[in-house]
């Protein structure tokens, strides 16, 4: 993300693991990986994408743990180099290719740790977006619940007033709400937003395939959720650079650069990456039909028969309260009936990678 974003967070002693080498297949084992990548697409029928801040470095938006991460430059006391601003960013290819796999009824539901909007502002409908840690362009109001999205990011951070209050008019033509707008962006302290997090742990139960995309995976819960599809003997692919925490609960794993991935995969399934003509908001996804039956795929791959515990899952203790009603929820126990009420979500923090 931005070095705006990052600068504005609260100190955190415990950042994760910066700086890991970076992994690169050859090129025909890439090709052959990505093959299998959209044979695995073609034969599921509930895809979810996940993706983290290594989507947007093709948009100039640094990482946070990568060679040149935010965190990365910081613990040998250098300046991150970014590129452009939150407001001049452009949706890369990845994003856009996630959004016409959206149109074609081949991705499900997406699930994003990022705060840098490039979703959202690629058109990406936010009815099948899950937006675990915010949104720099979002800002809600805490008395009615309605949500703002802004030409320019909001200015707070936190969960923070913004300054503007809400304008959504009562019944009867009677004053307007004026609620306090509060922004969306978490902190370390804060719990997730109820809304997304539970939107995103009901997707990743019903996906028969996960798949992450620049993301070590480390901050939990957001991390932890591709293995929910794992519990439900799903797949599980893991497209990084580096290392990350579920290598070894992965059925795939393709280290290249997501951009060139994600081209070479939409040609493997037929389909065109559209143009970008500028930001535009989408609330609601159009009503598209089942995917039809495709082809079985021709290679195999075996489940992995051993995973790791969801540290989420039972006997979570309860995080802080933000002021926002609608950030304090976690995910459910796997075993939890599907109307139990949501408890207190556990705050976003990090998980050592696997040594």
């Known amino acids: 993300m ?3 974003y990052a600068a ?6 415990d950042k994760g693991k910066c700086g890991l080498p970076e992994i690169f297949d050859q090129q025909d084992e890439l090709e052959r990986k990505i093959h299998e990548l959209a044979s695995l697409i073609r034969d599921s029928s509930y895809v979810v994408f996940h993706t983290g801040a290594g989507i ?4 100039g938006i640094p990482d946070f743990r990568g060679p040149n991460g935010v965190w990365t430059m910081e613990e040998r006391g250098l300046a991150p180099k970014f590129d452009t601003t939150f407001e001049n960013a452009q949706p890369s290819k990845t994003h856009m290719a996630l959004l016409e796999l959206q149109r074609k009824g081949i991705l499900r539901f997406l699930v994003s740790q ?3 909007g490039l979703h959202v502002r690629s058109g990406f409908p936010r009815d099948k977006l899950a937006e675990l840690h915010g949104n720099m362009f979002v800002e809600g109001c805490v008395k009615c619940g309605k949500q703002y999205i802004r030409d320019t990011v909001v200015g707070t951070m936190g969960l923070k007033p913004t300054g503007r209050l809400c304008e959504v008019s009562k019944c009867r033509g009677l004053r307007s709400c004026r609620g306090q707008l ?4 978490l902190d370390w302290e804060d719990s997730l937003p109820d809304r997304d997090l539970h939107l995103a742990s009901e997707a990743c139960r019903k996906a028969d395939l996960s798949v992450t995309l620049g993301t070590s995976l480390q901050i939990k819960p957001s991390g932890d959720l591709p293995l929910l599809t794992k519990k439900k003997r799903g797949k599980l692919v893991i497209v990084n650079l580096q290392p ?6 992965a059925d795939l794993r393709i280290h290249g650069y997501v951009d060139e991935v994600m081209t070479k995969l939409m040609k493997h399934l037929g389909l065109e990456i559209p143009e970008w003509t500028g930001p535009r908001v989408v609330e609601e996804s159009a009503e598209i039909p089942e995917p039809r039956p495709l082809a079985r795929p021709s290679m195999d791959f075996k489940f992995l028969s051993k995973e790791e515990p969801l540290s989420y899952c039972n006997g979570t203790e309860e995080g802080p309260k933000p002021a926002h009603e609608e950030h304090g929820a976690s995910l459910k126990h796997e075993s939890c009936p599907p109307n ?6 556990k705050r976003p ?3 050592p990678l696997p040594t």
């Open 2 to 4: 931005s070095v705006n």
């Open 8 to 13: 504005g967070l609260s100190p955190y002693a």
């Open 56 to 59: 947007s470095t093709a948009s």
């Open 114 to 116: 990022n705060v840098d």
């Open 182 to 185: 509060v922004d969306t962006i």
């Open 244 to 249: 990350t925490k579920h290598d070894k609960q």
């Open 340 to 345: 139990s009420n949501l408890i207190a979500a």
């Open 349 to 351: 923090k990090t998980e």
